[in-house]
């Protein structure tokens, strides 16, 4: 007799989620204890690969502590914790963890969690959501151990790890976890999503490129998939207001350069409602700003305008001018946060020199030495250097960490579906950069109707890296997603909401680029039913 598993079926229109069992054949599911805990020491069949632990877990439950998880504690539900490492080759250590429902509330998907920063971690909290939403997931460290995210000094001397970072780390947690998947429930998922933002949607962009088979869906947000070139604009905005005294940019400046941006471009859309709908249709030079005669609170010296100049146009070629990568977007520099350090002010003002992740990859894995000058990076030379550096098996920095190849054609022929979204007001990864790639796809594939039926992009104004800023920032790509792949509806729109204190304050829709949203010209400008999806003007 076949053992069949008890599953919950997820009734879309309801909302509800009911026990469903298959009639005529006998259930014979072992007890989530017995079947977690065979897979303790095994490789159920892997190379290279063996799990740790396998354990059952109930609330409260307190994972191991990581920079992404201090004091967190899962606080509701049971559930099967599996810990494992792959070691693909000498050098090579990548951690995950498969965290599973127990079976009567398993939803029937796999999900892969995506990182963020240098990653380092695996992120518990997003675990313990998914598990507790019904998915069997697995997140992974990428392959090394980090005490901030940000760091990179674990690349010195160990070339490979890179290799791991940049995309094989997450493939090898895939399939492990579908393994796991499969001996816990006694068959494979039903369908395999893949949610990240940030680093967690460069390596998005990586599965849907590289790995084409892995999932059925993935999110991408924020995607910092151009690696070389993000770091390489980071440093130059970090240089842009640190190298030359004359061009340092207070933070207490960024309120009024903010300001002068919104005045310039708000009302372009028809709507003056404090959003910028699309900042590549604006024309804007800091330059307006400019002192009259000595440095005040309400304008920017000429070394302040150098410096928002340079942050605005991007990195490029001392040589020829040629654009290297694209620099940052209108509406990114300012909104409130504490210690001003909302926008620009977490980044590249009030700062005494460049930092985050693109100090130390340029030390550790760009010029192999922790004790190098940053101030000295050469856009035309040291571009080149980072891009085509050897790490091994083949591969170079820039083939191994660059998720930049617009030919997702065996992505589509697997029937596979790609949503991606970014904020225009992103101060970290420019939304200039999603909207690059998704045009260089378009290019590929021959048309936007040949790209919009398996890959669509949703811009969100005033929206900052992943969440935050002004504009509406709540939304849920996944259920999107989902429809999109199981039930082969199309999202034409997602609609964000703004939260404060648990209330929502304005809504809008999210378009499917390129189209925008227009007010319809009655009702309230904070209702999202109140906008239309239309083609920009």
């Known amino acids: 007799m076949r053992t069949r598993l008890c599953s919950a079926v997820l009734l879309a229109f309801t909302g509800a989620i009911v026990g469903a069992c298959s009639v005529g054949e006998a259930t014979l599911a072992p007890a989530p204890g017995d079947a977690c805990a065979a897979i303790a020491?095994?490789?159920?069949?892997?190379?290279?690969?063996?799990?740790?632990?396998?354990?059952?877990?109930?609330?409260?439950?307190?994972?191991?502590?990581?920079?992404?998880?201090?004091?967190?504690?899962?606080?509701?539900?049971?559930?099967?914790?599996?810990?494992?490492?792959?070691?693909?080759?000498?050098g090579s250590e990548i951690n995950f963890e498969v965290w599973l429902p127990h079976a009567d509330a398993w939803?029937?998907?796999?999900?892969?969690?995506?990182?963020?920063?240098?990653?380092?971690?695996?992120r518990y909290p997003q675990l313990a959501v998914a598990v507790q939403n019904g998915y069997a997931a697995v997140a992974t460290d990428n392959g090394h151990t980090s005490n901030s995210g940000f760091d990179g000094s674990w690349s010195l001397g160990h070339p490979v790890r890179l290799i791991d970072f940049g995309y094989r780390a997450q493939h090898e947690a895939t399939v492990a976890g579908k393994a796991v998947t499969r001996a816990y429930y006694g068959r494979d998922a039903d369908?395999?999503?893949?949610?990240?933002?940030?680093?967690?949607?460069?390596?998005?962009?990586m599965e849907a490129q590289r790995f084409p088979d892995d999932y059925d869906g993935i999110v991408a947000g924020a995607p910092a998939n151009y690696w070389i070139g993000l770091m390489t604009g980071e440093l130059w905005s970090g240089l842009a207001t640190t190298k030359d005294p004359a061009q340092d940019l207070p933070r207490e400046k960024l309120p009024v350069l903010g300001a002068a941006v919104l005045e310039a471009c708000d009302a372009l859309d028809g709507l003056e409602d404090g959003l910028i709908d699309d900042p590549r249709a604006c024309a804007f030079d800091p330059a307006v700003l400019r002192c009259d005669g000595a440095d005040g609170a309400d304008c920017l010296t000429a070394g302040q305008v150098a410096a928002a100049r340079a942050i605005y146009a991007g990195p490029s070629r001392p040589s020829t001018g040629e654009q290297l990568f694209p620099g940052y977007a209108l509406g990114s520099e300012y909104f409130e946060q504490p210690g001003g350090r909302g926008g620009w002010g977490a980044y590249w003002a009030g700062i005494t020199e460049p930092g985050g992740s693109t100090a130390d990859f340029m030390r550790y894995s760009v010029f192999k030495d922790p004790d190098y000058d940053v101030l000295e990076f050469d856009f035309d030379a040291d571009w080149d250097l980072a891009n085509n550096r050897p790490i091994g098996n083949d591969q170079t920095l820039g083939s191994a960490l660059n998720a930049i190849d617009p030919d997702l054609s065996a992505f589509?022929?697997?029937?596979?579906?790609?949503?991606?979204?970014?904020?225009?007001?992103?101060?970290?990864?420019?939304?200039?950069?999603?909207?690059?790639?998704?045009?260089?796809?378009?290019?590929?594939?021959?048309?936007i109707d040949q790209t919009t039926d398996f890959y669509r992009l949703f811009m969100a104004p005033g929206m900052a890296h992943c969440r935050g800023g002004p504009g509406p920032d709540r939304f849920d790509a996944v259920t999107a997603l989902e429809r999109w792949v199981e039930d082969g509806?199309?999202?034409?729109?997602?609609?964000?909401?703004?939260?404060?204190?648990?209330?929502?304050?304005?809504?809008?829709?999210?378009?499917?680029?390129?189209?925008?949203?227009?007010?319809?010209?009655?009702?309230?400008?904070?209702?999202?039913?109140?906008?239309?999806?239309?083609?920009?003007?």
């Open 41 to 90: 020491g095994t490789s159920l069949g892997l190379p290279y690969t063996t799990f740790t632990i396998a354990e059952e877990v109930a609330a409260p439950f307190t994972p191991p502590e990581t920079f992404s998880s201090r004091g967190f504690v899962v606080e509701d539900g049971a559930f099967c914790r599996v810990a494992g490492t792959a070691t693909p080759e000498e």
């Open 107 to 122: 939803n029937g998907r796999f999900q892969g969690i995506g990182s963020g920063g240098s990653a380092g971690a695996i």
């Open 191 to 205: 369908h395999a999503y893949f949610v990240g933002c940030s680093q967690g949607g460069h390596h998005a962009l």
């Open 412 to 447: 589509k022929a697997n029937g596979g579906k790609l949503i991606s979204y970014h904020g225009w007001a992103d101060p970290l990864v420019t939304a200039n950069l999603a909207v690059h790639y998704y045009e260089s796809v378009i290019a590929e594939q021959g048309g």
């Open 489 to 537: 509806i199309p999202p034409d729109q997602i609609v964000a909401s703004k939260m404060v204190d648990g209330d929502v304050t304005r809504s809008r829709p999210l378009c499917a680029f390129p189209q925008v949203a227009r007010y319809t010209g009655s009702g309230s400008v904070d209702d999202a039913a109140n906008f239309a999806c239309v083609d920009a003007d």
